[in-house]
């Protein structure tokens, strides 16, 4: 049959991660709670960082950034993977989904990167910081990393709906990822995944090497410091290179880690190993069981 005269796939539906109903609600269950965990996380570092004056800084405007990513990020797959484990609805058209998963993708590659230079700025030039670094600057660099992110979204948003999809309709995932959807085209590929792979990989690749670089001349430049210096220093450091990447793999397992598990450990990465934000939690702590207790 000529492909013009079959039907043009809309709406796909995906295979989930279990067809085992007793798995399905155990895993509702366990990412449910971990959604809810991610949701309260990234919350409590945004509300802290924004009404806590001595946390105005760039330092922690990105982090705040970075929350605010990891919530809109996750919630961009998890609530329709629990939608399908719970009710079996398992179809979605995928544009929106796909638009939104490599903008928050791309965004928060690219705010780890300008995190990383925001170190490297304050640790190897510290009388310039202030002026490198001002306000005015951070907000640039937020407005530009939303615009990359855009277009960067834009591109694989395009070069994956213009294809034909006129048969199958199965993905073998529990999101629309661009690889799993473009093998269900009924044209030829090959053009579109060599631009998806290189817009992808001209992306990843300049941010890890600005990462690497960033972080290795830190490292060097620590070899001046007082042990107290390179060990803040390096706590803070710490925190921003141990958030996982956020490019996806067609496994289902390292999917699932990617976009349910790094979005809740991000807070305590960053949290844990910041004295500032975990003593004024911990004072808002204290401060709330001593009101209660007058109650």
Not at 64 to 79: G, K, Y
Not at 195 to 222: E, H, K, W
């Amino acid at each position: 049959m000529d492909v013009l005269n079959q039907t043009r796939v809309t709406q796909f539906v995906f295979l989930g991660l279990t067809d085992n109903w007793v798995l399905e609600i155990l895993f509702f269950m366990a990412f449910s709670a971990m959604y809810v965990l991610t949701l309260r996380g990234n919350i409590l570092i945004m509300v802290t960082i924004v009404f806590t004056p001595c946390l105005s800084t760039p330092m922690y405007f990105f982090l705040s950034n970075l929350s605010f990513i990891d919530i809109c990020h996750s919630s961009v797959t998890v609530p329709k993977m629990l939608e399908g484990l719970l009710f079996d609805r398992k179809t979605i058209s995928c544009i929106a989904q796909l638009f939104f998963l490599h903008l928050f993708a791309c965004a928060e590659i690219l705010l780890l990167t300008i995190m990383a230079y925001d170190r490297y700025v304050a640790i190897c030039a510290p009388l310039h910081y202030p002026n490198v670094m001002n306000m005015r600057v951070c907000v640039q660099l937020v407005f530009v990393l939303w615009l990359a992110g855009t277009v960067h979204s834009l591109v694989q948003t395009f070069l994956t709906i213009r294809l034909s999809y006129c048969g199958p309709n199965v993905i073998d995932s529990y999101f629309c990822n661009v690889p799993p959807v473009i093998k269900l085209a009924c044209t030829d590929t090959c053009l579109t995944g060599i631009l998806i792979v290189s817009n992808r990989g001209t992306i990843s690749l300049s941010c890890f090497l600005a990462l690497v670089a960033s972080y290795t001349i830190i490292l060097f430049s620590l070899r001046k410091q007082s042990a107290e210096g390179r060990r803040k220093a390096l706590s803070t450091c710490l925190a921003h290179f141990m958030v996982p990447d956020t490019s996806f793999s067609t496994d289902k397992l390292v999917s699932v880690f990617y976009t349910v598990v790094t979005p809740l450990l991000n807070p305590f990465i960053d949290t844990l190993r910041n004295e500032e934000i975990k003593k004024i939690n911990y004072t808002k702590c204290t401060h709330f069981i001593v009101q209660f207790d007058k109650i």
